[in-house]
């Protein structure tokens, strides 16, 4: 069974500071991985994507990717009070546009 | 363009009851995808589709619930008859086939009471 984690928090960060949001992955057949954002009452938003080892970076957010370690983490530098919400970390086994598997999310707190 | 419509938005209703959600998705996408959330599960896909047609329904959680897609620009998902463990905030969602990581592009959500 797939299974995505995540600690759900809250996580508070520091307006200003960097926030690290972590996930990891039972599925070694995942090759896709995304985090999404998702405001209270609202629904979820894609962030960014990442299937290849390594950092991507997308103005004041990186993704990494580990798939040995089975590890995604998401880096938001200079967190605004506007980051604050829940982040969902997805993965997909397919190569396209199957559906995802999802963690529950992990709620982060920017403090002004 | 217009994103992901979903309504109703808000549904009430008693147990025992039937309750149809829908959804249209943004024009060209040929994926479709049902999601539930709650707090204690989280997101949870239940049934995707591929123009028109259903893929994986392993994740409907009973023969209680069940989606169609009769043409590209509408679905349903159908409840019968509810229960009010059945109360949660359902997604739709859609994208359109191009790569390895295709942006599913969700809609407001129905949530969903049922007493």
């Known amino acids: 069974q797939k299974e995505v984690e995540q600690n759900s928090g809250p996580l508070s960060v520091p307006e200003g500071a960097i926030a690290s949001l972590n996930c990891t992955y039972s599925?070694?057949?995942?090759?896709?991985f995304f985090w999404y954002r998702q405001y209270s009452g609202k629904s979820p938003e894609l962030i960014m994507f990442?299937?290849?080892?390594g950092d991507k970076e997308d103005g004041r957010f990186t993704a990494q990717l580990n798939k040995a370690s089975q590890y995604v983490s998401l880096l938001i530098r200079d967190s605004q009070p506007s980051d604050s919400a829940t982040y969902l970390c997805?993965?997909?086994?397919?190569?396209?546009?199957?559906?995802?598997?999802f963690g529950k999310g992990t709620h982060l707190i920017i403090q002004p | 363009d217009a994103g992901v419509i979903q309504s109703p938005r808000h549904e009430v209703t008693e147990m025992g009851q039937e309750v149809t959600l829908r959804c249209k998705p943004i024009?060209?996408?040929?994926?479709l995808f049902w999601y539930r959330q709650t707090m204690m599960r989280g997101l949870e896909l239940l049934i995707y589709?591929?123009?028109?047609?259903?893929?994986?329904d392993s994740g409907m959680p009973e023969d209680r619930f069940s989606a169609k897609m009769p043409n590209a620009s509408f679905s349903t998902l159908k409840i019968q008859p509810s229960e009010p463990r059945d109360s949660a905030v359902y997604f739709c969602?859609?994208?359109?086939?191009?790569?390895?990581?295709?942006?599913?592009?969700f809609g407001p959500g129905t949530r969903l009471t049922v007493l």
């Open positions: 024009s060209g996408h040929d994926y």
């Open positions: 990442i299937y290849s080892n």
């Open positions: 599925d070694r057949g995942s090759q896709s």
């Open positions: 589709f591929n123009n028109n047609v259903p893929i994986d």
């Open positions: 969602a859609s994208s359109v086939a191009g790569g390895r990581a295709d942006t599913q592009y």
């Open positions: 997805a993965v997909n086994t397919g190569g396209g546009a199957d559906g995802l598997t």
